[in-house]
């Protein structure tokens, strides 16, 4: 998969292992508010567990289906704020 950027900061972190496999993964970390990375909670789930993996995994489709491909800057162009398109 390539590098994507959406154009808000989401509640939550996501990476998803080996989905449809059977033996799939959601690794989620909650994002903080004025908290360093290592101060927030964080969760794994199992593709095999309760009805929160189906959650998460639809959060994880809604984020990447809004995100879009990470373009390289150009020398010397600046990189648009969050919310503003290039």
């Not at 154009?7 to 970390?29: C, F, H, N, Q, Y």
Request: charged content about 15%; glycine content about 14%; aromatic content about 8%.
């Amino acid at each position: 998969m390539s590098p994507v950027v959406i154009a808000m900061i989401p509640p939550v972190g996501m990476i998803m292992i080996d989905r449809g496999s059977g033996k799939g993964r959601i690794l989620v970390e909650i994002n903080g508010i004025g908290a360093a990375g290592a101060e927030c909670p964080g969760f794994e789930m199992h593709e095999h567990s309760d009805g929160w993996y189906g959650f998460f995994a639809m959060q994880f489709d809604t984020i990447w289906a809004r995100a879009q491909p990470l373009q390289p800057a150009a020398t010397g162009a600046r990189s648009p704020k969050i919310g503003q398109t290039p």
